[in-house]
């Protein structure tokens, strides 16, 4: 997209004032390149060949040597969407145009047979390290690490992350937005920071840790810091994360190229779109206002015309049909369909914003004159479209997850507030379905093409000359890496930092971009996830999907392995997995089973495990190490909600500390949690405020009568909690100096082990979204907060009680 005239003058004048940067820099240094690649990381010291004498008269230094990139590697762009399928986004037949991406694929190659995991972490975990997901420890999300080689949740250091290595080879490495890659025990300021990105081979981290953010208040990091989005003035109300995660990256072109222009870039460009909540501002979701009414059924015969016309899937390609647990569009009531058609209008509006971020990254390429010369891949979907949003979408998924039901009506009244900062909001299964056409099922389905078969998009101006070009080799994500290594001239490391590595088990998919022809070098791959798996070679694929619903929380495997019905497919004719001609070819399905164990024992994939609320380890939560009960805090303390002191389904106490100035006091004291869900101490007109916001539909306030007087005080928040199971109601007290000031009732309770997924628990502020509707976030404290101490006492619960909550958690970690 073109650049106006003024955005270029100011865009001129920035790199002229970078250039005298360079040059004065490039004088100092005076260095000399060492430019032969290495698979020994770091490269040895060389063996100084200054002269040395009495004074630096009689003597002659030598040339300091640094690592350089191979001559004339180009710049990496490495872009990953989250949980859109393969029937979303225009460049490969969806409704929603994506005019940036049509214009990488117009310069580039599309590829129509490539493919994930089926869920996130896995994916990025192969993504970034080029071996299976099993062999990097990611054979499920962080959340649900166990002690098994294939699933500790732990990126190991024998898998080097391709970022070290470009790193240690003369590149400039950024990563940019989602990482779930940070075991959730490692989340909290606590540490360790192992495999957190900055140790991992990126010189700059700008993003968030976990599966999602809120849009509108992320909880975001730069490098190991937490630190609060900051929303350029004139732009409040219609400014996110996408936009700011894309003026990060094109601040670091500027200014990389600027100073060192023949330094080449590998950046890696993760937005939190398209996952859940879909925030995004109104005036995108209004582009989209009555285009989704007819229904995801008509939809997926419409994207599936368009497929064919662009060729993006084989002219004989089949749609496959509905599967019966998901409704027809048609079956939904007038109000069902106006939430459904309004959510899907926000993913939408989401998809072109996020489109519209690509592009402006791609003109800072172009006006620094890197375009050309800039090795692009646009993975459209780390998995397929997320099933997760229940069969009739959900205004807060945080609710959807915790088992709460909404009221039909309540949403059509909230209408126009999906999308926004209020909304937790995701789409029904049946638009994920719709999606994820022309294919069967979708996210965390590894055994059908739905779950598994995303675009990819690859253009390198300089390199690829098949301009608009569609490949249909078979790959997989791990083959990313491989191709970044032959295409930059990189040989695979056989050490990094002190540590042998794993063969890389990806290849290069260089080989296709001269001849779309070419036979395909990917012969055989194994897909699994929580028993969910399939094993394709050479044209055929054995299928086994394990029971369990995508959009069914808290619930493991629902049968037996042995009792799995496997399918197969013969892809040479079958592009869509629509025909299982498993009864007419039983000796093919039997070699494809046997040669799956043998994969699954070569790559770590064993034990298959199904489970979900077994895998729960609290022990290795922080705050519930060692059974302690009793939490001090100090102001300013942010503390991620998995490291915070326990307060579901139990009784407690939050007593603060707190001197009160002369002229008063206003501001949160503590809180957790944010606009979907949570709790908030604060002080209001001088007069404590408990406030219970449950999941948005709820908010119920307990405030004293007395204003706080001057000097040392002591509020003590009382929550006495009803008991006899989960998510039960409370008496909430409130007292002041011991003596009590209200008191309040609460029907019912959050009963899920976290508030949030990427909110904190503050104290002497209320940092991302507020938890309550009566201020603005941060709404910082005005006093001075001493300490605050909350007493937790244990949650009697019963082994049923938590299975269900270990469940649940494992749900909404899955769905992240």
Same mark, same amino acid.
């Given at each position: ?270 937005? /939190?779109?398209?996952? &859940?909540?879909? !925030?995004? +501002?109104?005036? #995108? ?6 285009? %989704?009414?007819? =229904? ?122 999906? /999308?926004?900062?209020? &909304?937790?909001? !995701?789409? +029904?299964?049946? #638009? ?6 022309? %294919?069967?099922? =979708? ?374």
């Amino acid at each position: 997209m073109p650049l106006k005239e003024s955005r270029r003058r100011g865009i001129g004048a920035l790199l002229a004032g970078y250039a005298g940067i360079a040059a004065a820099a490039m004088l100092a240094v005076g260095v000399l390149a060492q430019d032969v690649p290495q698979t020994v990381l770091p490269r040895p010291e060389p063996p100084s060949k200054a002269r040395i004498g009495q004074t630096y008269k009689d003597s002659q230094p030598d040339v300091i040597a640094v690592p350089a990139a191979p001559a004339g590697a180009p710049n990496v762009l490495l872009i990953v969407i989250d949980d859109v399928g393969y029937g979303a986004w225009g460049t490969f037949g969806g409704q929603i145009p994506t005019p940036s991406v049509d214009r990488l694929a117009k310069m580039g190659l599309r590829y129509t047979r490539f493919h994930t995991t089926a869920l996130c972490s896995p994916t990025r975990a192969a993504l970034l390290t080029g071996r299976n997901h099993h062999s990097a420890g990611a054979g499920v999300i962080t959340e649900m690490g166990t002690g098994y080689p294939g699933y500790t949740g732990q990126i190991p250091k024998s898998t080097a992350l391709v970022a070290e290595v470009l790193r240690q080879n003369g590149y400039s490495t950024a990563w940019y937005g989602k990482n779930h890659n940070v075991p959730d025990w490692e989340t909290s300021i606590a540490g360790p920071y192992d495999r957190w990105p900055i140790l991992q081979g990126f010189d700059h981290f700008f993003g968030f840790v976990g599966g999602e953010a809120n849009q509108w208040a992320p909880g975001l990091f730069r490098n190991n810091e937490r630190i609060a989005m900051e929303v350029p003035k004139g732009r409040e109300g219609h400014y996110t994360l996408n936009d700011a995660l894309a003026d990060e990256a094109v601040k670091l072109i500027y200014r990389q190229k600027s100073v060192t222009p023949d330094r080449p870039l590998f950046i890696y460009f993760a937005p /939190g779109a398209m996952h &859940a909540p879909h !925030h995004v +501002p109104k005036k #995108w979701i209004d582009k989209f206002k009555g285009q %989704f009414d007819q =229904g995801w059924d008509k939809y997926r015969e419409e994207t599936y015309q368009r497929q064919l016309k662009l060729g993006v899937i084989p002219a004989d390609t089949k749609l496959t049909p509905r599967p019966k647990e998901i409704p027809a569009y048609d079956s939904l009531t007038l109000d069902q369909k106006k939430v459904a058609a309004r959510l899907m209008e926000a993913f939408a509006g989401f998809a072109a914003q996020t489109d519209y971020e690509i592009g402006r990254i791609l003109d800072a390429l172009d006006q620094t004159g890197q375009l050309n010369n800039t090795l692009i891949f646009c993975m459209i979907g780390d998995n397929g479209s997320s099933m997760e949003g229940t069969l009739l979408g959900a205004f807060n998924e945080l609710a959807a997850i915790g088992g709460i039901p909404e009221e039909i009506a309540w949403n059509v009244r909230h209408l126009d507030e999906i /999308g926004g900062p209020k &909304a937790y909001n !995701h789409f +029904p299964v049946g #638009w994920a379905w719709a999606t994820n056409t022309p %294919f069967q099922w =979708g996210k965390q389905v590894a055994s059908h093409f739905g779950g598994i078969r995303n675009p990819l998009v690859i253009a390198w101006p300089d390199r690829i000359k098949d301009a608009g070009g569609i490949r249909w080799q078979f790959h997989h994500v791990i083959d990313v890496v491989p191709t970044i290594l032959q295409a930059v001239g990189i040989p695979e490391p056989t050490m990094v930092n002190g540590v042998a590595q794993k063969a890389i088990e990806g290849v290069s998919m260089v080989y296709s971009f001269d001849d779309a022809g070419a036979e395909g070098t990917r012969k055989l791959q194994y897909f699994e996830l929580l028993g969910n798996r399939a094993l394709y070679r050479d044209g055929w694929m054995a299928s086994v999907r394990h029971g369990r619903l995508p959009w069914i929380t808290g619930a493991g495997g629902s049968r037996g392995f042995e009792e799995d019905t496997w399918e197969l497919y013969d892809l040479r004719s079958d592009y869509s997995q629509y025909s299982d001609v498993a009864a007419k070819y039983p000796d093919k399905l039997e070699e494809l089973q046997e040669a799956f164990w043998v994969e699954a024992r070569k790559y770590q994939v064993l034990p298959l495990d199904d489970r979900i609320a077994e895998r729960m380890n609290p022990a290795m939560r922080p705050s519930l190490i060692a059974g302690r009960t009793t939490f001090t805090y100090y102001q300013g303390a942010r503390i991620a909600d998995s490291s915070a002191a326990p307060t579901q389904n139990r009784s407690h106490t939050i007593t603060a500390y707190l001197d009160i100035p002369r002229g008063g006091a206003e501001g949160v004291v503590a809180a957790t949690g944010g606009a979907a869900l949570g709790f908030s101490l604060y002080v209001k007109d001088r007069r404590p405020v408990y406030e219970y916001n449950y999941y948005s539909v709820r908010h119920t306030i307990v405030a004293g009568q007395q204003p706080l007087e001057p000097g040392a005080n002591v509020v003590r928040v009382e929550f006495l909690y009803d008991g006899r199971g989960l998510g039960k109601g409370a008496t909430v007290s409130l007292f002041v100096n011991d003596t009590k000031v209200g008191q309040g009732r609460l029907e019912a309770t959050a009963w899920v082990g976290k508030y949030s997924t990427d909110e904190t628990f503050d104290v002497g502020e209320d940092s991302g979204s507020p938890v309550s509707q009566a201020y603005a976030a941060p709404n910082r404290f005005t006093g001075t907060i001493r300490k605050l101490v909350v007493d937790s006492q244990p949650a009697k619960l019963t082994p049923a009680d938590q299975r269900r909550i270990a469940a649940a958690e494992r749900a909404a970690a899955i769905a992240q």
